[in-house]
T-cell receptor, first 115, second 113 residues
């Protein structure tokens, strides 16, 4: 149990276009999801906290208008990278928190390459 | 604010040898602590977590960690490593009121034959 599906696993897009990444909790309800960004050989940097039915809370320095987060249901959160540029290329990982056992389940990540 | 420091960026070790990956945290309140493993181009897999109770926590794949409140440490250990343990390991602390997970810098465990 406690599976989080992240899609797509990799995507290549042209500079200036937008890309949507989905994060789904398959067998539990996730009122809170988190989005992380990871550069090569580095740790995970928290970008934002996504709460179902409300606006996301962004970490300092993260551009809200560039990284749009929507958490419309208890099982789905989406991250849209708008007007992507090569510097947005990175590994993006989502995580869903479970209240029942205070655990966090991570998606398998999305490798975004902007060309 | 809470923070996590992983004291070793890389730990090379021979197969079947014991290993310890060190983690220290700073927090003024009670915390929940986690260790995750990440294989290349994959998400994170939970190894173990400390929420309360016994300070010695046993996890998957033969790993264990000990919570030491006085030293604010949560070191990860395995008595005998395998080649397949080669991966990136992250220590994390949860921020109680927000539920955020704050990660350490990561430790690369390199198991050599």
């Amino acid at each position: 149990g406690a599976v989080v599906s992240q899609h797509p696993s990799w995507v290549i897009c042209k500079s200036g276009t937008s890309v949507k990444i989905e994060c789904r909790s398959l067998d539990f309800q996730a009122t809170t999801m988190f989005w992380y960004r990871q550069f090569p050989k580095q740790s995970l940097m928290l970008m934002a906290t996504s709460n179902e039915g409300s606006k996301a809370t962004y970490e300092q320095g993260v551009e809200k208008d560039k990284f749009l987060i929507n958490h419309a249901s208890l099982t789905l959160s989406t991250l849209t990278v708008t007007s992507a540029h090569p510097e947005d290329s990175s590994f993006y990982i989502c995580s869903a928190s479970r209240q029942v056992d205070y655990g966090y389940t991570f998606g398998s990540g999305t490798r975004l390459t902007v060309v | 604010a809470q923070s996590v420091t992983q004291l070793d960026s890389q730990v090379p070790v021979f197969e079947e040898a014991p290993v310890e990956l060190r983690c220290n945290y700073s927090s003024s309140v009670s915390v929940y602590l986690f260790w995750y493993v990440q294989y290349p181009n994959q998400g994170l897999q939970l190894l173990l977590k400390y929420l309360s109770g016994s300070t010695l926590v046993k996890g998957i794949n033969g790993f264990e960690a000990e919570f030491n409140k006085s030293q604010t440490s949560f070191h990860l250990r395995k008595p005998s490593v395998h080649i397949s343990d080669t991966a990136e390991y992250f220590c994390a602390v949860s921020e109680g009121n927000t539920g955020k997970l704050i990660f350490g810098q990561g430790t690369t465990l390199q198991v050599k034959p």
